[in-house]
Structures are given as C-alpha cells and as structure tokens.
C-alpha cells in the first residue's frame, strides 16, 4: 500500500475510533431518558434516513436483488444483534469496560476470517493482536473474573456475544458485499437492521416514556448521524481496503478513548492496570504495521 493511501486510512481508522470511543459515553447517558432499545431505534432510525437522504441526492440505485438477503443478513449481524445486546449490556456494566469487551471482536474477526477467507495469520499479525488482547486483558482487570452480580455476568455475556455477532458481519461483508458502493452497503444494512430493533423496542418498551430535551436530542443525533451513518459507511471503506486483521485490530483504539472520555464525563475510574493495557494496545497495533512496512519495503 503506497504511503500516501496508508495515511488516509489510518486518519480514517482515527476519525472513526475518536467518534466510536465518544459514543460510549453518550450510549451510557441517554439511559437515564430513554429505555435501551428505543434509544438504538431512534439512533440508527436516524442513521437511516441520514444515509437514505444522501443516496437520493447522488443519484445511487437501489442494490440489486441478488444483494438483498445479505444486506439483511449483515444488518441483523452489525446492527440489530450487536447494538440491541450492547445497549442491554450497559443498563449493569460502565461505559468503558463495555467498550473494552465490544473489542474483543478482533479476535473472532480474525479466526473467522482465516477459516472463510484464507487470510492468514502471519508472525507480525498474530504477535500485534496477541499483544494488544493482552491490554484488553488488563483493561478488564481481574475483577472480571472475580464474584459479581448477575445482572453484570449476564450484562457482560451479552456484549461478548455482540463482539462475536460483529466479527461474523465484518466476514461476511467481505465475502457477499465487497463489490457494491459503501455507500450502498451501508444505508441498507442500517435499514434493515433498524426494523430489527424497532421490532424489538416495540415489544419490549412500548409505552415507556422518552425524556425528549436538548441533551437526549444531541445523544440521538450524534449517534445516529455520526456514530452511525458516517463512521459505519467509513468502516465499510476501510474493510474494503485493508486485510482484516488490520482493520479490526485498529478498533482496539476504541476502548483507549472510550475510557479516556468515559472518565473525563462520566467520572469513571482510570486505574494503573487501564494505564498499562493501553499502552499495550497502541504497542500490538504498532508492532503489527511496522513490521509490514518493512516487508513491503524489502519486496517492492
């Protein structure tokens, strides 16, 4: 990859995991105006029609029939399992922690990928996310492990299994969505998606009120808008680009500014270990480009 091109992605993959780490703290506030699954309706309902909005302007078709069930089948996989589980997850587990158990998903990203898409795990990939897990790892710290209620297992649980649901999309997009418009890609997923959680929030909250005030409004917005419509479709940009383990290893910057933002507005603690598993972070993430660079420049 040439430097020039290198450079955009990974201002790209910053963009991305800045707007993503922030949107954890805004994720966890909206809970005291709305109920979970309602607040991801309205998020992605505006990411949506965000997305459907821009489609109309440039022009772009309708996806072709063929493409149809996987748009549905990634919707279900990136939105609806991953944000319904997610936002239930946060009613017992702090923004941060969640964030940090989210991005798990380069692990199940990355065997997927080996499994369906020959993508091998060389030396500097597997050192750089075996690296990186171990700050994860640190991050979470041992209380993980130790006795806790079980609303916080159940919480927990919830988002392993949003962090597996997404590793399983990013797979499959590669091998049924690769060639259509990002654009595309990402405004039907996101449609058919949403009526996955509408559904869900229609049997599971209906009724309960919404707390509709400036703040709820800029959560809603800036998640929907945002966190949504333009970091997914620029996430689905730099699938298309980069091989996988790349791609979902660079998310592990997430969790580092969700932490980062999640103390600074949320009061959420910082402690030595959260210290420590960044700084390990950064290092797996590191480790796996410098190393690649390397290479390309020995074999040109």
């Known amino acids: 990859m040439k430097t020039t091109k290198k450079t955009f992605i990974w201002l790209l993959i910053l963009i991305i995991t800045i707007i993503w780490g922030y949107a954890w703290v805004l994720m966890k506030a909206s809970l005291q105006f709305v109920g979970p699954f309602t607040f991801s309706a309205l998020r992605f309902g505006t990411g949506t029609i965000t997305l459907l909005v821009i489609l109309v302007i440039l022009k772009i078709k309708l996806p072709p029939k063929q493409y149809v069930k996987p748009l549905v089948v990634v919707g279900l996989l990136q939105t609806t399992i991953v944000f319904l589980f997610v936002m239930y997850g946060l009613r017992f587990v702090d923004a941060g922690k969640s964030s940090i158990i989210l991005y798990t998903m380069p692990i199940w990203s990355s065997l997927l990928a080996a499994k369906f898409l020959d993508e091998k795990l060389t030396p500097k990939k597997l050192i750089g996310l075996i690296v990186g897990m171990v700050g994860l790892v640190l991050i979470i710290g041992w209380d993980f492990f130790q006795a806790q209620s079980i609303d916080t297992i159940i919480g927990e649980l919830l988002i392993v299994i949003a962090a597996i649901s997404w590793g399983a999309s990013n797979v499959y997009y590669r091998l049924r969505l690769n060639h ?91 402690t030595p270990s959260i210290l420590y598993g960044s700084f390990f972070i950064i290092v797996g993430i590191t480790i796996s480009q410098l190393t690649g660079r390397k290479r390309s420049n020995a074999n040109p």
């Open 180 to 270: 259509l418009p990002k654009l595309q890609v990402s405004a039907y997923q996101m449609f058919f998606g949403t009526i996955g959680i509408v559904v869900a929030a229609m049997i599971m909250e209906w009724g309960q009120p919404i707390n509709w005030n400036g703040q709820s409004i800029f959560y809603i917005l800036f998640t929907g808008v945002l966190a949504s419509a333009l970091c997914f479709t620029i996430w689905f940009v730099i699938l298309s680009k980069i091989d996988m383990v790349s791609a979902t290893l660079s998310t592990l910057l997430v969790p580092v500014f969700g932490l980062s933002f999640s103390w600074l507005a949320l009061s959420e603690a910082i």
